[in-house]
């Protein structure tokens, strides 16, 4: 017997309407959607799913946390912190531009009541964009949204003070881990609507020192200076998932301050990311002195095993958040590369005149080949950004979308 054909809210010949689904389906559908973006998306369906599915909040709000131990932060004594969410999304344009690659935005919610819309951040330092920014319509400071495709790369936490957080918001155990001055704290959230309490967790190897922490697959994965990883479960169950890294990939003789590790999610992978600067001179002068070595992690042999090449994903290094996306969503952008932020002063001397992006350094793991394989003979390059918007600016607005 043929179905029976009817049009729904849209107009299209369907066997099903979309705006008679039941409220216990679309409720249940609510209750899976935590972003604004896909809230809001759904919302727009039709006017059954807007009664049904409520709104998020205006703004997200902070998390608020006690440290069992008092810390010492230069002269202060940090006995509890906030933290806040920091999203990054990709903006690209509507059909029938959508040939062109869009760009990446941070963005943090204000605090009420000094501000009532979202800031805009620098996308891997993590701080405002100065008020006394001089115009530049590769960055604008309104968007019309009806205009874009707005979807969400990453999500993060950021506390004042700086520490490596993660936070998993998994209806069955929300919770969060934090590490501070190398050592890991954990707490439940939401429990009886009191402000937890995070409690230092006891290493699994006396005197290992974390560096950072990353919510993979519901489970907190920490990474210590040698590359060690621990994975620990919702009943706080750790145990070890990578050995050491056999190679001393970091020499002894660097300073501290330009070795940093990173955990990256890409794509279904768990990823290291070490970044070494092999001089205490500005980096924008010695170029070749930054060097990067990618690692994947194999659960099974418990080891990281070393990448050669990234083929088409660009990672991103950052302050606050690591992520990844795939050049081909981006055209004209390059794979095979990572983005990281360097410290170093925007008005050193070699970089007299103070952009937004000239922190941001680009690995390009191929020196610039097209194939990305391993089996390529040159050797990785190393260039700044600026703020214009070339294609390798990521960060700022297609020329082509800004002539419009």
């Not at 729904?8 to 609510?30: F, H, K, M, Y």
């Not at 969400?152 to 155990?173: G, I, K, M, Q």
Request: proline share 7%; aromatic share 8%; net charge positive.
């Amino acid at each position: 017997m043929a179905e029976r054909q009817r049009s729904d809210t849209c107009g299209n010949q369907r066997g099903e309407c979309w705006s008679d689904l039941p409220v216990e389906l679309l409720q249940s559908i609510a209750k899976r959607l935590d972003t604004k973006i896909d809230v809001s998306r759904s919302r727009a369906v039709c006017k059954s799913w807007r009664f049904s599915i409520p709104p998020l909040t205006v703004n997200s709000p902070p998390i608020k946390v006690h440290l069992s131990n008092v810390i010492r932060r230069g002269e202060r004594l940090v006995k509890k912190t906030t933290l806040r969410m920091r999203v990054v999304y990709h903006v690209a344009p509507q059909p029938p531009a959508s040939n062109s690659r869009g760009w990446l935005v941070k963005v943090t919610e204000g605090e009420a009541p000094l501000h009532k819309t979202h800031i805009m951040l620098h996308p891997l330092s993590g701080t405002p964009f100065p008020k006394n920014l001089v115009a530049n319509p590769l960055l604008p400071k309104e968007l019309n949204l009806h205009d874009f495709r707005v979807s969400e790369l990453s999500r993060t936490y950021h506390t004042p003070y700086t520490f490596p957080v993660a936070v998993s918001l998994n209806s069955d155990c929300p919770a969060l881990m934090m590490i501070v001055e190398g050592k890991l704290y954990h707490c439940k959230l939401g429990v009886d609507g009191e402000i937890p309490k995070c409690k230092e967790i006891e290493s699994l190897i006396s005197s290992i020192k974390y560096v950072d922490v990353i919510c993979h697959e519901r489970k907190f994965y920490v990474v210590s200076v040698d590359g060690r990883t621990v994975v620990v479960d919702s009943s706080l169950t750790a145990k070890m998932i990578a050995t050491p890294i056999s190679a001393p990939v970091i020499p002894r003789s660097v300073p501290a301050c330009i070795r940093k590790r990173y955990l990256v999610e890409s794509f279904g992978e768990l990823l290291l990311v070490i970044y070494l600067a092999t001089t205490t001179e500005c980096r924008h002068l010695s170029e070749l002195g930054v060097t990067f070595e990618i690692f994947k992690l194999n659960a099974a042999e418990k080891q990281w095993v070393e990448m050669a090449t990234l083929d088409d994903r660009i990672l991103f290094v950052g302050e606050d958040s690591c992520f990844s996306v795939l050049a081909r969503d981006f055209p004209g952008c390059k794979g095979n590369c990572i983005y990281f932020y360097d410290p170093c002063s925007r008005r050193c001397k070699y970089r007299p005149q103070p952009r937004i992006f000239s922190n941001v350094g680009v690995f390009d793991i191929d020196g610039g080949g097209g194939g990305g394989g391993s089996g390529s003979n040159r050797s990785p390059r190393v260039y700044f950004l600026d703020d214009g918007g070339d294609s390798a600016n990521i960060f700022c607005l297609p020329q082509d979308l800004a002539l419009a």
